[in-house]
């Protein structure tokens, strides 16, 4: 089965940049998209189509792609951005398509 | 703006059938744009994806779960609905349902849930 493999944890200064990383096979054909996971939250989807933001997510959010590794980075971050994020692909490569979700990350903000 | 709202049990025994409802409010579970789909978490674990069902009925389900799930949609009372049979402590999560929406050659989830918690125990 695909799988999606992200640290499990990532610490960043308030004001700092913190970057998220979602690895996978063949991600040039696939499209990445990202959640945000506030504790005790439903999750949020703050990047789509590996670059796009929907409307109401703040522009400190961005995503980009290279390769086999797909990019979540939060700018100026603040305190509300301590959540777990997770990476997602739709994966049409076998008989059985489906969603995949990342494992995980954990952003502290110091 | 689509909203989204869990029901059913909170506790089920092992070997029965969870069955929970998803309710879609101001938009319409009808349109051909949207996918509908089942999402869990266990406590302190990641994202589960459980299946999707399209207008027409058609489904997609996880492999993993593909022999004790089934999703059904009632457009009449704007809901969808995931069954899962013979569970045990192992199917104890947030069940959260989503829409899910279509973009190029993939599908991403735009609207959840606030999620339902379940827990099997006899």
């Known amino acids: 089965s695909y799988v999606l493999t992200q640290p499990p944890s990532v610490s960043v200064a308030p004001g700092q940049t913190a970057r998220i990383t979602c690895g996978g096979n063949?991600?040039?054909?696939?499209?990445v998209h990202w959640y945000q996971q506030r504790p005790g939250q439903a999750p949020v989807l703050v990047v789509y189509?590996?670059?796009d933001r929907p409307s109401g997510i703040p522009e400190r959010f961005s995503g980009s792609k290279s390769g086999n590794t797909a990019t979540l980075t939060i700018s100026r971050v603040e305190a509300g951005d301590e959540a777990d994020y997770y990476c997602q692909v739709w994966d049409s490569s076998s008989d059985h398509a489906g969603f995949v979700f990342g494992t995980g990350t954990k952003v502290t903000v110091l | 703006q689509v909203q989204l709202q869990e029901s059913g049990p909170g506790l089920v025994k092992p070997s029965e059938t969870l069955s929970l409802t998803c309710t879609v409010s101001?938009?319409?579970?009808?349109?051909?744009?949207?996918?509908w789909s089942w999402i869990r978490q266990p406590a302190g674990k990641g994202l589960e994806w459980i299946g999707r069902?399209?207008?027409?009925?058609?489904?997609n389900y996880n492999p993993s779960l593909k022999s004790r799930v089934s999703m059904s949609l009632d457009t009449s009372r704007s809901q969808f609905s995931l069954s899962l049979t013979s569970v045990t402590a192992a199917d104890t999560a947030v069940y959260y349902c989503?829409?899910?929406?279509?973009?190029?050659?993939?599908?991403?989830?735009?609207?959840w849930g606030k999620g339902t918690t379940v827990t099997v125990s006899s």
């Open positions: 989503a829409r899910v929406r279509p973009i190029t050659i993939s599908f991403y989830m735009d609207v």
């Open positions: 063949t991600f040039g054909r696939k499209s």
């Open positions: 069902i399209y207008i027409s009925g058609s489904t």
């Open positions: 101001g938009g319409s579970i009808s349109s051909g744009t949207s996918y």
């Open positions: 189509d590996d670059t």
